[in-house]
C-alpha cells in the first residue's frame, strides 16, 4: 500500500512528464527539419568507420521522435498521472477536479496525434468499368451498370460508384465480395469491361547498404534482425519484397527500395533505421508524396509547408477534422485542382488521383528521380 505522499510525487513526476513530451512535441517541426547549410558551404558531410565516403548531408543516423509514438508515450503519461491524481484525499476537490479533466484533454489531444494517416495502397476493393461501345458516356456507362446489377436482390454494397470525365465508372465496395458479385453480374451484361484497381503496397528504401547482400538476405534481415522496429509483428499477414535497388554514391553500397505492407512500413518509417547484416542503416519513406502540403518529391520531414493542408478538401485542416466529410461533401483533391484537371472529386492519397499516379510510377521506377 502506497503513502498519500508518495502517490502525490508520483502524480507529479508523471505531470511533469506530460509537460515536457509535450513541449518536445511542439519543437517537433524544427526537429525534423534539417539544418539548413550556412551560405557558401556545401553542407555538414560527416564520417563514419562503417562508411568513409561522402555521406548524404541530409542523412542523420539517430533515429527521430515520431509523433505517433510520442503521441502514445504522451497519452500514457496523462492516464497514469490522472489514475493517481484520482486516488489523493489530501487535496482540494476543486483542483483534483480542474487537474483531472484538463489531463483527460491532454489524453484526447494525443490520441488524435497518433493517427497520423498510413500511406493508401489503393482501395483493395475496387473496379473501374468501360464501355465497348466508344461513343457511351459515362452516364450511359452507369446506366448499363445499373441495369446489369440488382443489389437489392443480391445484397451487393457499394461505398462510392464514380464517373469519370473519360467515361469510366469507378466502383468502390466495402469487401472484395461485394466486388465479386458485382463483377460476376457485370460480365454477363455484354459491352462492359471491368478491371480490378492495381493495389499498390508503400515503398521504403534503405540507405547505403552492402551490395552483397541479396535480396532474401535483406528481407530475411528484416524479419530476424530487427526487433526493436517489428516486435509483436504479425509475420503471417506481413508483405515484404525488395523491388529494385538504387544506385549509392559507394560503389560497393546501393539504396534497395522494398515494397512493404502498411504495417511494417509504420514500423520501419517511425523506427528510422534497420539492422542489415553487419550494417545499421537509415530507412526512409519512398513515397513521394508529403503527409503536411500533400505535394509531391518530398516527405513531411523537408516539407517547406506551414500548414497541414487537408486531403479530403485541400483546407488547412488535419484530415481527420474535416468539416465537409462530416458535412457528406464530395472530396476535393487538392493536386488535381493546383493542376488545374477536371477530375478532382477524389482524396490526395486516392489510388485515383491521376497526380499521384504519375509520382507513384515514378517512385517505382528504376530509373532515378532524384
Ligand atoms: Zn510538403
Ligand atoms: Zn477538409
Ligand atoms: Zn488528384
Known sequence: MRTSAETESGAFVSLQAVGEFAGRLSLYDEIERPPAPAAG?????????????VRDDRLTEVPEPSISR???IVN??????KTELEKLTNINKTVKEAVISKLCAIGELSLRLEETPLP??????????TSDEKADTADQVTEKVRTAVDSRKRRVCVDRLRKTRDQKVIISCPTQKNIEKISGQLKERKGLKIRQAARKLPLVVIRDVRKENTDEDIVKSIRKQNKHATADLDWSSIEVKVKFRRRAKNDLECHPVLEVSPELWRRL???????????????????????QCLGFGHTRKYCMGTAEKCARCGGEHKSQACEKRQNGEPPKCINCSRNKLDDTAHGA??????????????ARARVSYA
Request: charged share 15%; aromatic share 8%.
Open 269 to 291: 518509417v517511425d523506427a528510422g533505421y534497420v539492422y542489415v547484416g553487419l550494417q545499421r542503416r537509415p530507412v526512409w519513406d519512398q513515397s513521394p508524396q508529403c503527409t
Open 76 to 81: 500514457k503519461l496523462a492516464l497514469e498521472a
Open 70 to 72: 510520442t503521441a502514445s
Open 120 to 129: 493508401q495502397c489503393g482501395p483493395a476493393h475496387t473496379i473501374i468499368v
Open 41 to 53: 558551404t556545401a553542407g555538414t558531410k560527416t564520417q563514419d568507420l562503417t562508411h568513409v565516403s
Open 349 to 362: 492519397f486516392s489510388s485515383e488521383c491521376s497526380v499521384r499516379n504519375k509520382w507513384d510510377a515514378l
